[in-house]
C-alpha cells in the first residue's frame, strides 16, 4: 500500500516530516525497525546519507534502537 502511494504521487521520499528535528521517512522506519519499508524507500532513491538536526542518519538510528527479538521480553532486550 505505501508502494503505492509512493509511485503514484511520485512522492519527496527525503521531505522532512518532523520539521525542527529535520527527520524524514527513511529515519522512522529505520527506527521501527520496518525491514519492508526501508529496503522499499532505498529502492526509490531515499537518501540513506541525510543527518537529522543533531547529524544523526538512518543508520544511527537503526543501531540507537534496542533490537527485540521474537520471544524476548522487553527487560532481556537491555
Known sequence: MIEACVISRKADLDIQIDGARKCVPLMYAAAAQQSDA??????????????????????????????????????QAQ
Not at 543527518?51 to 533490537?67: F, H, I, K, N, S
Open 38 to 75: 526501508l529496503e522499499m524507500l532505498l529502492e526509490y532513491d531515499a537518501d540513506a546519507n541525510l543527518g537529522d538536526a543533531e547529524g544523526a542518519t538512518p543508520l544511527m538510528w537503526a543501531c540507537a534502537t534496542r533490537v527485540r527479538y521474537p520471544g524476548q521480553s522487553s527487560k
